[in-house]
Structures are given as C-alpha cells and as structure tokens.
T-cell receptor
Framework: GENVEQHPSTLSVQEGDSAVIKCTYSDSASNYFPWYKQELGKGPQLIID?????GEKKDQRIAVTLNKTAKHFSLHITETQPEDSAVYFCAARIIQGAQKLVFGQGTRLTINP | NAGVTQTPKFRILKIGQSMTLQCTQDMNHNYMYWYRQDPGMGLKLIYYSVGAGITDKGEVPNGYNVSRSTTEDFPLRLELAAPSQTSVYFC??????????FGQGTRLTVV
C-alpha cells in the first residue's frame, strides 16, 4: 500500500546550524507534499508545502525540495533557533480515489544552544 | 473562526467501555480525517470522509466507527475499548488537494 518513509527519527543540531529531514514516498502519482511541525501537547501545523509541478519552494529560513524521479522530498531549515525544536512530519497525498494524506513517522528535532 | 475543535481533550476509559470523540470544523471543508498518534510514532489514518454521507477506512480502522451526517461534524466512535486504543487522536479537515488543519487532539487512556 501507500507508504511514506522519513529519516532521521531524531536530529540534534547546534543553534545557527542547518537541519535537513528527508522523506521518500511510494506512489508516483502523489502530487502534494506538506510538512507539519508539532509542538508538545499540540496538533500538527503546516509550515510549508510543495506541489509536484515545482522542484523547490522557500519561505524565509525554511525550504523544501522535491525530486519526482527519485520520489523523495526534503525539508531544510537554516540558521536554526531554539524555537525550531519540535517534531516534524512529512506527508504525501496519494492519488487513489479520495486522496488520502499519508504521514511519515516523524523527526524529533532538538536545537542545542 | 475556531478551525477544528475536538472534545474532550482528555479521557480515561475502562476496558470494554464505549465513547465518542467529537470533531467539528467551521471552515466548510469537504474532507475530514481521524488519525491516531502513538508515543514516538507518526500519524496513522483511522477513517476519512470526502463529504457528508461518505466515509472510508484508513490504515487502522478496526475497533472504530465514524459517521458524517453534516459537513461540519465527524465523530469517531470507540466500541468496547481496549488498551491498544490508548493513544492521542487527532481530527483534521481540508479542501481537496490543499492544506489539512488539525485539532488540538484528544488524549485517551484505556485501563
């Protein structure tokens, strides 16, 4: 069935450094790839998304890249700050009938001061 | 707008009891979803709905039921609660092919 793999499961970086989280998806028909940030005790919130007709999208310190041929996409956070510490989830919308949104396993990002 | 509202926020159930997790959204989204999140794990899709009167199973539907009588509401029913259903439950809604908005979650413990 549909599958989204996310790596690494945990990531620790020094404040000011960059962080990269990678995801792969199984269904080549997927066309929408959001990234969510989940803070402790809260629901996931969208931070950036990309559609399959573009290869890269940037919003201030956050960027997402998409490689449709390899079926993988990545989240890049530059100049990390303590408030970036959270769990991050990638997702892919699988185009089979009703377009279910399938999530990766999550990455716990810790920014060390 | 309130967005996606889930009630209750916390609940403790005894094995074999039943309960309904409520979810309502005020964004007129046609898609609604129920996910569960186990400790240290990602979000697993339980059920979803593409519009009033239409529901379908996700990855882990066993032990749950849903209904969608209105666009706004998408309750999740647990019959005969089991310890394996201890989890945090998230409801979400979206338009077709756009961002999904999540509720704050319901933390359920079955003892």
């Amino acid at each position: 069935g549909e599958n989204v793999e996310q790596h690494p499961s945990t990531l620790s970086v020094q404040e000011g450094d960059s962080a990269v989280i990678k995801c792969t998806y199984s269904d080549s028909a997927s066309n929408y790839f959001p990234w969510y940030k989940q803070e402790l005790g809260k629901g996931p919130q969208l931070i950036i998304d990309i559609r399959s007709n573009v290869g890269e999208k940037k919003d201030q310190r956050i960027a997402v890249t998409l490689n449709k041929t390899a079926k993988h996409f990545s989240l890049h956070i530059t100049e990390t700050q303590p408030e970036d510490s959270a769990v991050y989830f990638c997702a892919a919308r699988i185009i089979q009938g009703a377009q279910k949104l399938v999530f990766g396993q999550g990455t716990r990002l810790t920014i060390n001061p | 707008n309130a967005g996606v509202t889930q009630t209750p926020k916390f609940r403790i159930l005894k094995i074999g009891q039943s309960m309904t997790l409520q979810c309502t959204q005020d964004m007129n989204h046609n898609y609604m979803y129920w996910y569960r999140q186990d400790p240290g794990m990602g979000l697993k899709l339980i059920y979803y709905s593409v519009g009033a009167g239409i529901t379908d199973k996700g990855e882990v539907p066993n032990g749950y039921n849903v209904s969608r009588s209105t666009t706004e509401d998408f309750p999740l029913r647990l019959e005969l609660a089991a310890p394996s259903q201890t989890s945090v439950y998230f409801c979400a809604s979206s338009y077709r092919d756009s961002e999904a908005f999540f509720g704050q979650g319901t933390r359920l413990t079955v003892v």
